[in-house]
T-cell receptor, first 109, second 112 residues
Framework: GIQVEQSPPDLILQEGANSTLRCNFS?????LQWFHQNPWGQLINLFY???GTKQNGRLSATTVATERYSLLYISSSQTTDSGVYFCAVEETSGSRLTFGEGTQLTVNP | NAGVTQTPKFRILKIGQSMTLQCTQD?????MYWYRQDPGMGLKLIYYSVGAGITDKGEVPNGYNVSRSTTEDFPLRLELAAPSQTSVYFC???????????FGPGTRLTVT
């Protein structure tokens, strides 16, 4: 099956800093999503982005499907951004969303 | 729309007991999914359904059963609960394959 690798596995920031999270995947995809899992365990859908670039407030994401990677940018980070960020992809040949292992982000005040 | 709803939110089972986790969506989505998330890990697919009456196994189906009698509901059945099934269970849905997945709030299950 498809492999999904996220980096870095852990990231500690001071409030106000910017960060970039990366997701590499091993095969063509027809779906790529970024999720934020908050400290209470809730999964929040950030972006549906199989290709191209999207922005939502301080967050933006870019997927370069031909090179099999996606980037999530967080600008002016806030303590409420803390949690785990997951990248999940779905192969063009299947109907299963495969998750990476996540990036644990801690934003300190 | 309420989106994807799951009940119960929390449950403690004794080894060998059975239970059903409920999942309902009101978006008329064809595709529904059950995932489990073990501590510190990503989500793994248990079962999925592409429409009423059709289900298929995911990565980790052992110990679980599902049914899909209506478009809206996709219950997950645990028979003979084991400590290895202690996890958080998420239900999700999408309108079409490759579509945006919406996730429910999760059910935290502990088997002791």
């Amino acid at each position: 099956g498809i492999q999904v690798e996220q980096s870095p596995p852990d990231l500690i920031l001071q409030e106000g800093a910017n960060s970039t999270l990366r997701c590499n995947f091993s095969d063509s995809v027809n779906n790529l999503q970024w999720f934020h899992q908050n400290p209470w365990g809730q999964l929040i859908n950030l972006f549906y982005i199989p290709s191209g670039t999207k922005q939502n407030g301080r967050l933006s994401a870019t997927t370069v499907a031909t090179e099999r990677y996606s980037l999530l940018y967080i600008s002016s980070s806030q303590t409420t951004d803390s949690g785990v960020y997951f990248c999940a992809v779905e192969e063009t040949s299947g109907s299963r969303l495969t998750f990476g292992e996540g990036t644990q982000l801690t934003v300190n005040p | 729309n309420a989106g994807v709803t799951q009940t119960p939110k929390f449950r403690i089972l004794k080894i060998g007991q059975s239970m059903t986790l409920q999942c309902t969506q009101d978006m008329n989505h064809n595709y529904m999914y059950w995932y489990r998330q073990d501590p510190g890990m990503g989500l793994k697919l248990i079962y999925y359904s592409v429409g009423a009456g059709i289900t298929d196994k995911g990565e980790v189906p052992n110990g679980y059963n599902v049914s899909r009698s209506t478009t809206e509901d996709f219950p997950l059945r645990l028979e003979l609960a084991a400590p290895s099934q202690t996890s958080v269970y998420f239900c999700a849905s999408s309108y079409y394959v490759g579509g945006d997945r919406g996730f429910g709030p999760g059910t935290r299950l502990t088997v002791t």
